[in-house]
DNA sequence: GGCGTCGCTTGACTATTGTCATGTTCCCGG
DNA sequence: CCGGGAACATGACAATAGTCAAGCGACGCC
């Protein structure tokens, strides 16, 4: 299998239009002029990663901005003590390494496929030297950071200022594409990841979702029925000291 | 008073060299050509606020990038619930708000000045025009919000892999000057604000304090003696899980 | 088709943190 | 110099989350 490089990361492939497609609606590549996305598409890199597969680590360079066409990626970042915490997960459509990549400095967070996922690599270079060609790339690569640290902030709030099931409760908001009566929604990768993802340990998620059935949410394997969508609402954003029923 | 804009933000003042030479040695602005530095600084407002001040709320629209001369500025989120929780805290020489003032979007935070401060703001259109002419300054501002990116992971990370105390005896070793042997240092802000900003509540901070002495910390008002830094190093990336002395 | 691994759940226990109440000290304005 | 209030410390208690251990069940591999 041809690897680039010669490392073990992601085997290449070549574009379909399918691929193009879903790379054009990213939220990094949308609001740019036609002739500019298709400079990009063509110097792009084209890979595709197994389950379990590295993408980056944490101190290597940053070579390229990574745009999620299939599958689902992890940031996470690995404690002196070897404690993982995981700071965002990503799927279709979506971008990582945008204020990296143009910086040439180390990631700050490893990366990893937690599906097998397809990916496309634009190298920085080429971003740069058409960066300076039209000052609106930069507007669009700043775009796509702030969505990132403004998820970081809320992360942050939600860490700081709700206990773990409200945490889930409102992970399962943000699934439901509704936003009243009920909803049936698949959860998108494996609980251990979720509680990774919302900082605590799977028993406590376990335990978390066991509390949930009381405002009406019921799961089963990997799949989650809340029967009232205000109602968890109001318990995700209620505040823990009130003596709330229970 | 010269209230501008009619509103009670600040006071608007003429700046010294001395306030313009800490705004040139900030991030945002110390790898710019000098020409484009004297173009910001020539268009900026210059400001100051009182302790407790605000600078600006969640929701409201950015037409400003924000550079800090002197003082201290909080930036925090308000829960659904009126709880608050501190995202980061400026002071001189750093700049926020870099991301939301290009894209003129609601900012995510509100921001509240700590203590008597100095503000330089560089309104958005002056920073997206010089833009237009020379890219570099993109590559600039994504340096500097980059910066607050890396701080934001690491800020989660703390939260979800260490303990209250732990990340205590981060926040002091980040104040240290030192690397190494005793160190003694001044607690910047008040304790109620180091909490939140560490995530937790003024209780937990005076405990967490505490149960540094038995690591070589001494606490009294504001000013603090640590005795030996790499073992308080040791203490904050120790496992919590791992029976630690104690 | 059996079997082992891994994800997940549950229970018992511990540790950490938040909450509430109380008391001290310090700072500021009369 | 004397209150009054805010910041801070501390104790008792409740709630929440982590740890350890055991057990279940699905999936893939031989």
Redesign the interface.
């Known amino acids: 299998m041809g690897r680039v490089f010669g490392r073990t990361k992601g085997d290449a492939f070549v574009a379909h239009e399918a691929q193009k497609a879903i790379a054009r609606q990213s939220l990094l590549l949308k609001s740019l002029p036609d002739q500019h996305v298709e400079t990009l598409l063509s110097h792009a890199i084209w890979r595709q990663y197994d389950r379990g597969e590295t993408i980056f680590v944490q101190e290597e360079s940053a070579q390229a901005v990574h745009v999620v066409l299939a599958g689902w990626v992890k940031l996470f970042?690995m404690?002196?003590?070897?404690?993982?915490?995981?700071?965002s997960v990503f799927t279709r459509g979506e971008s990582f390494g945008?204020?990296?990549a143009?910086?040439n400095?180390p990631y700050?967070?490893s990366a990893e496929a937690v599906s097998a996922c397809e990916i496309m690599h634009i190298p920085s270079p080429v971003l740069i030297s058409l960066?300076?060609t039209d000052?609106e790339i930069?507007?669009s690569?700043?775009?796509s950071?702030?969505t990132?640290?403004?998820s970081?902030?809320?992360?942050?709030?939600q860490?700081?200022?709700?206990t773990g099931a409200q945490r889930v409760a409102e992970f399962l908001l943000n699934l439901c594409d509704c936003d009243e009566g009920a909803c049936e929604v698949e959860l998108p990768y494996d609980k251990m990841l979720i509680a990774g993802r919302l900082?605590m340990k799977p028993e406590s998620l376990s335990r978390a979702f066991s509390r949930l059935k009381a405002v009406g949410v019921k799961i089963n394997r990997n799949h989650a029925e809340i029967s009232n969508i205000p109602q968890l609402r109001d318990y995700a954003?209620?505040?823990p000291a009130d003596n709330w029923g229970r």
Chains 1, 2 share one sequence.
């Open positions: 970042r404690s002196p003590t070897g404690a993982e915490a995981v700071v945008e204020a990296v143009l910086r400095v700050p967070v960066m300076k000052p930069g507007i690569i700043l775009a950071t702030f990132h640290l403004h970081l902030v809320s992360q942050l709030e860490l700081k200022a709700q900082g954003d209620s505040d």
